[in-house]
C-alpha cells in the first residue's frame, strides 16, 4: 500500500558522524569526549573479552568513568527496562554500544529512555543496525516483536576494522545479506513511506545502489579476506556497504518483502540459530520471485549470495523437512497489517507469498543442482 496518507516530504536521515578504520577504538576518546564523561558501556561478556577491556583501558586514560552493563544477548523490553534502571542508578551521561545488532538495538532504546546521546561501536559487520533511528525487539524467546523509533539516530557510529576482521566471516556473510536487501527493497519501496515517516529522496535511491555495486564488486573477495584476517581494501569497502550504506538505505530508502519473510521466519524453532541476515538473504530471493525477476536476474543474486555461503534454500536454512502448513504461518506472518511487505507494488496476499517462498527454494536448489555449488571451506 504505497504512500496511502499521501506524504508529499522527503525525509533523509542519519547519524552525526560516522567514523571507520582500523585504529577507531585507539582514536576514540577524540570522538567520544563530546558527547559526555560518563558512559553506560553495554556490552556482553563475549564482546568485553574482544574489545571491551580494550576500549575501557583507552578511555580511562582520556579521563572517562565508565560504567559497565552486562548485556545478556536480546533486544527485549525486559532486558531494556533491566538496564536502563542499571544507567539511572549509575547517572551516566551517554551511553555506548559495544558490539553487534542487538546490543546496539537494546543500548539506543536505552540512551532514548535517559534522554542521552549515544555512540555505536560495531564489532561485527553483520547488520545495518548501527546507523538508524530504530530497534527491532524480540521476545524473550527471539520472536520478531516490534520496531521501536526514536526521534533522533545515533549521534556517532565508529567502527574498528581491526576488530570486525577477527570476527568470523560468517557474520561479514550475514551482513552481506542483509545489506543486498537494501537496493532490492528499496526499489519496491520508492512510492511508500520510510522509516523516517516521509519519502525517499534521490540520495536514498542513490546510497542504496551504491551499496549493491559495491557487494557486487567486492562481496566475495572481502570474504575470502576475511578467512585469512587480511584487513584490505576491498573488506573495508564492504564493511561500509554493510554498516553505513546499508543502514542510510533502509531506514531512508524503506524496505519490503525480504524482511518481512524474514520476520515470518522467526516463528520457525529450527531457524533460531541463524542470524538475521542469513533468514534475509533468503528473504531477497523471496522478493525476487515474487516480483517476477527474470532468470538472469534473480541469478545474478543467487550467485553472488552462495558465493559468500549464504543459506538460501530449506535445507541450507535447516529446515530440510519443513511442511507447507508450517511455510503457510511464516506467509501469515509476512502478511501482518503492520509489515512492509505492503511496501510491494505487486498484489500481496498469504497464497502468493507462500508461493513464492517455496519457489524460491526451488529456484535455489535448481541453481545449486546445475552450477555443481559447493559451501566452501
Ligand atoms: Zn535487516
Known sequence: MPNPKHITERIFQGPQ???????AIKNSGQYLKALGKKPLLTVDDNVYEIAG??????????????????????????????????????????????????????SKAIANHLGVPIAVMSTTASTDAPCSALSVLYSEEGLFESYRFYQWNPNLVLVDTSVV?????????????????????ARQARYSVNFGGGMPTELAGAVCRTCEGTLFRYGKQAYEANKTRSL?????????????????????????????????????????????????????????ILDGADTAELERYIDLMLSVDLPIT???????????????????????PTETIWNMERAI??????????????ASREFIRRTGWRKSA
Request: net charge negative.
Open 349 to 362: 496476499n498469504e497464497d502468493i507469498v507462500f508461493h513464492a517462498i517455496k519457489g524460491a527454494d526451488t
Open 314 to 336: 530449506f535445507e541450507l536454512l535447516g529446515i530440510p523437512k519443513v511442511t507447507d502448513a508450517e511455510l503457510r504461518a511464516v506467509a501469515k506472518a509476512a502478511c501482518a
Open 232 to 288: 584490505t581494501p576491498a573488506f573495508e569497502a564492504v564493511v561500509e556497504a554493510n554498516t553505513l550504506l546499508s543502514g542510510l538505505g533502509f531506514e531512508t530508502g524503506g524496505i519490503a518483502a525480504a524482511h518481512a519473510i524474514h520476520n515470518g521466519f522467526t516463528a520457525i524453532e529450527a531457524m533460531h540459530g541463524l542470524m538475521h541476515g542469513e533468514k534475509v538473504a533468503f528473504g531477497i530471493v523471496c522478493q525476487l
Open 165 to 185: 576482521i577477527n570476527a568470523p566471516p560468517r557474520m561479514l556473510a550475514a551482513g552481506i545479506g542483509d545489506a543486498l536487501a537494501t537496493n532490492v527493497e
Open 17 to 23: 558522524k560516522y567514523i571507520q578504520g582500523p585504529n
Open 53 to 106: 577491556k580494550n576500549l575501557i583501558s583507552v578511555l580511562e586514560k582520556n579521563g572517562f568513568t565508565i560504567h559497565r552493563a552486562r548485556f545478556r544477548g536480546e533486544a527485549s523490553v525486559k532486558e531494556i527496562d533491566r538496564l536502563t534502571v542499571e544507567a539511572k542508578d549509575a547517572q551516566v551521561d551517554f551511553v555506548i554500544a559495544l558490539g553487534g545488532g542487538k546490543t546496539i538495538d537494546t
